[in-house]
């Protein structure tokens, strides 16, 4: 829940654990383009305001499609985390939900897409370097802006990886507008974007978000027992899947 001042913004959670989880990843980050924490007390986070708020979701919605891929960018870019909090989730520990899937008999997501992307996902585990604490769910509309400090992300999940694994979400995460999935071509730009403002290799960013979008789908299972055939998680792995061939 949500609780909103003039300056302020407290988070309240079901348990105490989870707020307090998320003060230590807010605070490992210590305001480096993240909301920053004030203070943490039983099941709440009293965090800054941002003003006016507005996501880089609505960019997309504006047709500025390129601009908002460009401020994902920049805000990854001016991440400076400190050691992430003991207990901090790596993304190798995410894949055990492809093997609780397959031991779960649920066949609405098909046994070749979940078996084609834990391969990929496990090589990109066993293949990173140079890993941090990443927010772990960095889509556009979990970044707003701030008159005073800019783009600023909000409500990480902390989880320790390599960068290229913090583009998935700001690739498979098509809230607005109201579309199943971008087209491949606007993909493509996404990732030419990402390439050059950060470095990154296009392949290994298309396949970490490819096998991110069938384990978000396998978590949507977990948590609500169905996914739609043609829910964006899994068409954006069809899509994502041509990059691959």
């Known amino acids: 829940m949500i609780h909103v001042s003039d300056a302020s913004v407290l988070k309240t959670s079901d348990r ?11 605070r490992a980050f210590d305001g480096s ?24 979701a609505d960019l997309v919605a504006r047709g500025r499609d390129d601009e908002a891929t460009a401020v994902v960018a920049d ?3 001016r991440m400076s985390p400190r050691e992430a909090p003991s207990g901090t989730p790596t993304v190798r520990d995410l894949a055990s939900a492809f093997r609780a899937y397959r031991s ?17 996902y496990v090589e990109l585990c ?3 370097r140079d890993t941090r604490l990443l927010h772990g769910d960095l889509h556009q509309s979990n970044i707003l802006f701030d008159d005073v ?32 999935v971008t087209p491949a071509a606007t993909l493509q730009r996404r990732l030419e974007i990402f390439e050059r403002m950060l470095g990154l290799d296009q392949t290994r ?20 027992g169905v996914v739609d055939p043609g829910h964006p998680f899994l068409t954006f792995a069809a899509v994502s899947g041509t990059f691959l061939e």
């Open 149 to 180: 400090r800019g783009w600023v992300a909000i409500d990480p999940k902390g989880v320790v990886g390599e960068v290229a694994y913090e583009i998935g979400a700001s690739l498979r995460n098509f809230v607005e507008p109201p579309k199943a």
């Open 16 to 26: 105490v654990e989870d707020a307090r989880r998320l003060g230590e990843v807010l």
């Open 126 to 128: 066993e293949s990173q």
């Open 205 to 224: 960013m298309v396949r970490w978000a490819h096998a991110q979008a069938v384990l978000a789908a396998i978590w949507l299972v977990e948590d609500e």
């Open 75 to 77: 805000v990854i870019r």
């Open 104 to 120: 779960s008999g649920d066949r609405q997501i098909p046994r070749r897409l979940v078996d084609d992307a834990e391969r990929t």
């Open 33 to 56: 383009a993240v909301v920053r924490c004030y203070d943490v007390v039983d099941r709440g986070v009293l965090m800054e305001r941002l003003q006016p708020g507005y996501s880089a």
